[in-house]
């Protein structure tokens, strides 16, 4: 069983930067990609960040140039650098990840438990 834990998030002040972690575990043959969504009361959840396992990078417009993400593929490992941060980016961020599972051959879709960021004065 694959599983993601994820650390980081809490409250920040409009402006400033915080940073969200995650990390893959079990019986993983292939990582995929790795990213992050996010999500708001009432709305559908939202690409925020993804990178590929060959460090492709695809950004939400929203976050372009304010947000940064990257991976440690050698132990499944996906970081998400959030600068200049608004208060619209406030929302539960899910970490997530397409993963190919040892005894398995085509790829599974495996989710966080959801971070919490707010961004506030």
């Known amino acids: 069983q694959v599983r993601l834990v994820e650390s980081g998030g809490g409250l920040v002040q409009p402006g400033g930067s915080s940073a969200l972690s995650c990390a893959a575990s079990?019986?993983?043959?292939?990582?995929?990609?790795m990213g992050w969504y996010r999500q708001t009361p009432g709305k559908q959840r939202e690409l925020v960040a993804k990178?590929?396992?060959?460090?492709?990078?695809t950004y939400a417009d929203s976050v372009k140039g304010r947000f940064s993400i990257s991976t440690f593929n050698i132990d499944n490992r996906v970081f998400l650098q959030m600068n200049s941060l608004k208060p619209e980016d406030t929302a539960v961020y899910y970490c997530?990840?397409?993963?190919?599972?040892?005894?398995?051959?085509?790829?599974?879709?495996?989710w966080g438990q959801g971070t919490q960021v707010t961004v506030s004065s």
């Open positions: 990178i590929t396992s060959g460090e492709t990078t």
């Open positions: 079990g019986n993983i043959v292939y990582v995929y990609w």
């Open positions: 997530f990840a397409s993963v190919r599972a040892q005894g398995s051959i085509n790829p599974s879709d495996v």
